[in-house]
């Protein structure tokens, strides 16, 4: 499945630093278990990736509990946007 090409995931904490390609970037996402997905700079341009940033804004600030940029939504709700962004 292409979107697991895009999304990819690290597993070991270890990896973590090293796992970010050039033009991609490293995101937290989940309710309550926050999982690390690794996706394309050119999300940021997408009004609705924007619009999950202004959400984590709202709720983290500039202080993001995992290290990292923290977005605040479901795992499922998230995979289904950036599986939309890949096919456009």
Sequence with gaps: MAIHKILRRSLSAEKRSNEVPKGHFA??????????????????????????????????????????LTIPCSEELFIGLTSHLSRT
Excluded: D, T, W
């Design 27 to 68: 995101v937290y996402v989940g309710e309550s278990e926050k999982k690390r997905f690794v996706i394309p700079l050119s999300y940021l341009n997408n009004p609705s990736f924007q619009e999950l940033l202004c959400q984590a804004e709202e709720e983290y600030g500039f202080h993001h509990p995992m290290g990292g």
